[in-house]
């Protein structure tokens, strides 16, 4: 059963569906949308269908309403056209029911400033101000993609990995349900210890500037610094750190850790202790801590689908970069603990699955796959091994990697094959797809830094910018197809621990964490492993890859494997 939900103020209007979409009863307005929407959930438990997640679920968790699925028409929207070669188009429900309707198709509104929970929180989601678009047109685009789903076109010089139709069904869920799992964490929030954080602080900046400059240790570093140059620099100027060294004799590129660390000069070593407490004060500094931590809880808005590869990333507060150091203020309430988990190998695993290679498949049969691949084709050497795999996942072809790749490309000729046609229909401008359809953005919106200004196009064939879009599209079939594995893992996990006092706190890439009472801890643990058994079923069936999980239980962050 489906119920369609568009909201208005504080209420909204709702209709029963058919699971094929179309009406199975009459549009029903109503005062209280919340109210509403938790008697039909408690009664029906149908999947809502509704235009934006981010949108709707926050107000419907905060009145305590928490629903089991959804169809999230937005992230849907987006997929399909990235499926249909229509990659960042307007993807809202406005711009999908304006094409569908052969109108001009708006804008996506501007994204919203990050909110510290300390500010606007509170009061953020109590009612919709917008226009509510009709029930008629939010069913309508549901058919339309429906039917899209079913009938995807075929791309010139796409890398085709999976029958597309089911894998973007299946896709659509998962994103959906990683919608829901997203909201409810991010409100949820992660425990976090304000005190263990300063203390953590003060140990190792020292106290506070009174006046809002540097902390002790920094400005301690920056004068060691200036004697061991001889000069006055500001440690946080690339610029005049390289005239320094250039005046020294040094030549630099870059101030960049892994260059500092081949010199052998006496500004070295404090250079590089203070850009680590530098990052620290800036990133997660007394700032961040009055910012974004309230109540005993970080509170982040995850955005599901955030980067290109289908991985999560989050606004405002850094979430998926908190150092390990910082890690120590992530501790469990009273009573409580921590089951953290972490796929290990995940991308050479998913390699293993994808590509069909037997060969590797039973190598990834293994707890330890590097270790197996050693003694089946690299004489034990575990290292030229792990050498290997990840080079040719990440277009690593020269230098000390070509000899390793050359006995992967002997022994594990599928998975070598896979890689490389993938990379080859990127550096010609061609799209490739993950296993369950996501399909990575054209040449035109591709480029990061250091390829030419953002935007420009890719040469069609060769050059530098064809062969960095090459490394980009190997490694996207499987950096992507490990998101959804992860995905998949995240959905199945929320549904198993119904009825648990347990909540999810946090998910990044290939690990995920879930607070709960400590004599709920084993079955955490057990519903944990098996979400990950369930989601390499799902998506890859019969195979002989495992994705081993190693789950720790413990009461800080910092101490989880």
């Keep these: 059963m489906l119920v369609a939900v568009t909201p208005s103020g504080a209420g909204g209007r709702l209709r029963p569906l058919a699971d094929d979409g179309t ?4 549009e029903e307005h109503v005062a209280d949308l919340a109210g509403a929407v938790a008697r039909v959930e ?3 438990r149908p999947r809502w269908l509704w235009p934006s997640t981010a949108e709707i679920y926050p ?6 309403v928490r629903v089991e699925r959804c169809h999230d028409l937005e992230l849907a929207e987006a997929l399909l056209l990235g499926a249909e070669g229509a990659w960042g188009a307007p993807r809202t429900l406005a711009a999908a029911s304006a094409r569908l309707a052969g109108r001009p198709v708006p804008p996506d509104p501007p994204a919203r400033a990050a909110e510290p929970p300390g500010l606007s929180q509170d009061s953020l989601f109590d009612a919709f101000d917008a226009p509510a678009v009709p029930l008629d047109e939010l069913i309508a685009v549901y058919h339309e993609q429906r039917r899209r789903i079913e009938a995807l076109p075929e791309l010139p010089s796409a890398h085709d990995l999976a029958p597309r139709a089911g894998g973007m069904r299946t896709l659509v869920a998962a ?7 997203a909201v409810e964490m991010g409100l949820a929030g992660l425990p976090w210890r304000a005190d263990v954080h300063d203390t953590l602080l003060r140990e190792l900046l020292g106290p506070p500037s009174p006046v809002g400059g540097p902390p002790a240790r920094l400005a301690e570093l920056g004068a060691r610094l200036n004697d061991a140059l001889g000069q006055r620099v500001h440690p946080d100027s690339p610029a005049e750190l390289l005239r320094a060294f250039a005046r020294a004799g040094i030549m630099l590129r870059s101030t960049r850790k892994w260059e500092l660390e081949h010199v052998e000069h006496p500004a070295v070593p404090i250079l590089l202790e203070y850009k680590e407490l530098y990052r620290l004060w800036v990133a997660h500094g007394w700032t961040w801590l009055d910012q974004w931590v309230a109540g005993g809880r970080f509170r982040a808005e995850y955005i599901p689908g955030g980067v290109v590869s289908g991985r999560w990333a989050t606004r405002g507060g850094g979430a998926l970069q908190i150092p390990k150091i910082v890690r120590r203020a ?3 309430d009273p009573g409580w603990t921590f089951v953290a988990a972490d796929a290990g190998q995940l991308e050479p695993r998913v390699l293993a699955a994808v590509s069909g290679d037997r060969r590797l498949a039973r190598a990834a049969a293994e707890g330890d796959l590097y270790a197996a691949l050693a003694a089946d084709a690299f004489d034990g050497d575990r290292a030229k091994a792990k050498i290997a795999l990840l080079g040719a996942m990440y277009g690593q072809t020269g230098g000390n990697a070509a000899p390793a790749l050359a006995a992967l490309r002997r022994f594990y000729p ?5 890689v490389e046609e993938a990379a080859r229909t990127g550096e010609s401008g061609g799209l ?3 296993w369950l359809g996501r399909t990575c953005p054209p040449a035109s919106v591709t480029w990061r830094e250091g390829y030419d200004e953002p935007g420009a196009e890719v040469e069609s064939r060769g050059g530098a910018r064809g062969r960095a879009r090459g490394r980009f599209t190997r490694n996207f079939v499987i950096q992507g197809t490990a998101a959804e594995w992860a995905l998949v893992l995240l959905a199945r996990l929320r549904a198993a621990l119904t009825g648990y006092r347990a909540e999810l706190v946090f998910f990044q890439h290939d690990e995920v964490m879930v607070h709960c009472p400590r004599p709920e801890a084993e079955a955490v643990a057990a519903a944990v492993r098996a979400a990950g058994e369930e989601a390499r079923r799902l998506l890859f069936g019969d195979t002989e890859v495992r994705f081993p999980l190693d789950v720790s239980i413990v009461e800080r962050y910092s101490d989880a494997k």
């Design 23 to 26: 009406p199975a009863g009459g």
């Design 175 to 181: 994103e959906s349900a990683g919608a829901l799992v």
């Design 42 to 44: 408690s009664r029906d």
């Design 330 to 332: 992530v501790v469990a």
């Design 414 to 418: 599928a998975a070598w094959d896979l």
């Design 59 to 64: 107000r419907l968790v905060r009145a305590g």
């Design 432 to 434: 490739v797809r993950t």
